[in-house]
């Protein structure tokens, strides 16, 4: 359907695997990676994947001229690239209203310009946060007690205000000027290729280095964790049969404490499960993310394959443990800088 798709981002961590999706489960259609390459884009994302079928253009999203540049040829354009990590947004969040803000105006702008189907990447952390399961009177699975597309938007970082922000553009740019966009808000990823400032990269290369785990605070914090193919597997769905306008979020009923995850990721690494040490808390931290994918599942008739989270943390694990090249190198300085937030 579509031939010649824009993938923003496609060399960071959630969009190289879906640019790897895209090759591996759609002939057919060429992909132009644009991507700034900043500290959480790596080019090697991208290696091994043929040329006629990946193009990586280095630059950013706010260069006007150079986004009119690309989208004038293209059909499609798949949103991913951001400033995306939280604690970075509340260092400074100079970079978040630029990227996230600025940079999706240009792009809707130039999609708006040449009639060009955009589908916009999110986040459910625009709806704040819920209350823990225990203290819900339906345990979790009560009316409310999940973000549905209804939730209203309620962010609590720099770094989810800027992503709610962009989230409103699109949505206006839809209706005041009929862009042909979707939207999709989506839970917290794991899988291969993850920046290790990220909370199981992390800890998986903590384990590997000889570094004790970092937990924030008591760990009962809930994140509902998507392996990243299943996301990538939703956004096709979407870009190629969601209705123009509206929003799909995407989770695959993983909800966990980070505690948990911990204890897990240490006994998988044969580790004992107390070896980690608590560190200060985030400032403002939600406290849980739930999804509710109901529309995604009965509209579009996705499901997630990855149902079993100790399989996919598994791979996960293992892919962590057998590229320490492309890692090691960066994991210094990395918690270096999470030593001086005292974190
Ligand atoms: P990431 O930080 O790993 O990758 C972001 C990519 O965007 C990098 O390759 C970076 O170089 C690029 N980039 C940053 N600024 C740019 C600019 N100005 N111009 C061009 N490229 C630029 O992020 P991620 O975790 O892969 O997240 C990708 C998207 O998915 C983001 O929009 C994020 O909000 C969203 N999202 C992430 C998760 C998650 O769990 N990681 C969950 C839901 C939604
Ligand atoms: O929910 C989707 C969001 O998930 C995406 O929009 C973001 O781009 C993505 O980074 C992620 O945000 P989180 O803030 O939830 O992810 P992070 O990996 O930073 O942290 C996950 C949880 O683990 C969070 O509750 C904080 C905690 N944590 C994090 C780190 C880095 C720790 O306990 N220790 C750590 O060392």
Not at 161 to 177: C, G, I, N, T
Not at 219 to 244: E, F, M, P, Y
Request: charged residues 25%.
């Amino acid at each position: 359907m579509y031939k010649n798709i824009i993938v923003t981002g496609g060399a960071g961590f959630i969009g190289s695997n879906f640019v790897h999706y895209v090759v591996n489960n759609h002939p057919g259609v060429h992909v132009t990676v644009l991507d700034k390459l900043t500290y959480a884009g790596n080019k090697a994302n991208l290696a091994g994947l043929p040329e006629d079928r990946v193009k990586l253009v280095v630059g950013d999203i706010c260069d006007v001229d150079l986004v009119d540049s690309l989208v004038k040829d293209a059909d499609a354009i798949v949103h991913y690239a951001a400033e995306s990590h939280n604690d970075n947004s509340l260092l400074d969040p100079t970079p978040f209203i630029q990227t996230n803000i600025v940079g999706t105006s240009v792009l809707i702008n130039a999609a708006r310009k040449y009639d060009v189907r955009f589908h916009h990447i999110s986040t459910d952390e625009v709806y704040g946060d819920l209350p823990l399961r225990e203290d819900l009177p339906g345990h979790g699975e009560g009316p409310g007690e999940k973000f549905t597309p209804e939730s209203p938007y309620r962010p609590s970082s720099p770094y989810s205000s800027s992503k709610a922000s962009s989230d409103l553009l699109v949505r206006a740019w839809v209706r005041s000027f009929g862009l042909q966009a979707t939207i999709s808000n989506c839970s917290n990823n794991y899988g291969p290729y993850q920046h290790i400032e990220k909370f199981i990269p992390r800890q998986i290369t903590n384990i590997l280095s000889g570094i004790r785990p970092k937990l924030y605070g008591t760990g009962k914090n809930v994140r509902d964790w998507i392996h990243t193919n299943d996301h990538s597997r939703a956004v096709w769905q979407i870009l190629t049969k969601g209705k123009i306008g509206e929003t799909y979020l995407i989770g695959a009923d993983g909800e966990k404490n980070n505690k948990d995850v911990l204890e897990l990721i240490l006994q998988m690494m044969g580790q004992p499960a107390d070896a980690y040490d608590q560190v200060k808390d985030r400032p403002g931290h939600d406290l849980r993310y739930a999804i509710d994918a109901t529309k995604l599942r009965t509209e579009l008739g996705w499901k997630p394959e990855f149902t079993d989270f100790e399989t996919g943390l598994q791979h996960t694990i293992d892919w962590y443990t057998e590229h320490r090249d492309w890692w090691e190198a960066e994991k210094a300085a990395v918690e270096a800088k999470y030593a001086r937030q005292g974190q």
